[in-house]
Nanobody, 115 residues
Framework: QVQLVESGGGLVQPGGSLRLSCSVS????????LAWYRQAPGKQRELVST???????YYVDSVKGRFTISRDNAKNMVYLQMNSLKAEDTAVYYC?????????WGQGTQVTVSS
């Protein structure tokens, strides 16, 4: 159906920036929305940001003003620009797609914010 592959994670110091990328393939035309989730050790997976096919964007309060989601339809990519990173942003970040066909997850990419 839809396949997602994340990249761009890594180790960054507090206050630093990272850009996560998600390559989207498969039945791209059937996607209603794309999102980024994250899961920190010992915590439940949480929604970070979404972008719908119509361009509606949502951010969880904890990342507003620091993170920016975007998509490049020509390249079949979705991005998460993360600025002013904090230790509490440390997590595995997952790309997510949904539509009438169901939903799909990427394999995740680790983001570690530490000095």
């Amino acid at each position: 159906q839809v396949q997602l592959v994340e990249s761009g994670g890594g180790l960054v110091q507090p206050g630093g920036s990272l850009r996560l990328s998600c390559s989207v393939s498969g039945r791209i035309f059937s996607i209603d929305g794309l999102a980024w989730y994250r899961q920190a050790p010992g915590k439940q997976r949480e929604l970070v940001s979404t972008i719908t096919s119509g361009g509606i964007i949502y951010y969880v309060d904890s990342v507003k003003g620091r993170f920016t989601i975007s998509r490049d339809n020509a390249k079949n990519m979705v991005y998460l620009q993360m600025n002013s990173l904090k230790a509490e942003d440390t997590a595995v970040y997952y790309c997510y797609a949904y539509g009438e066909w169901g939903r799909a997850w990427g394999q995740g990419t680790q983001v570690t914010v530490s000095s």
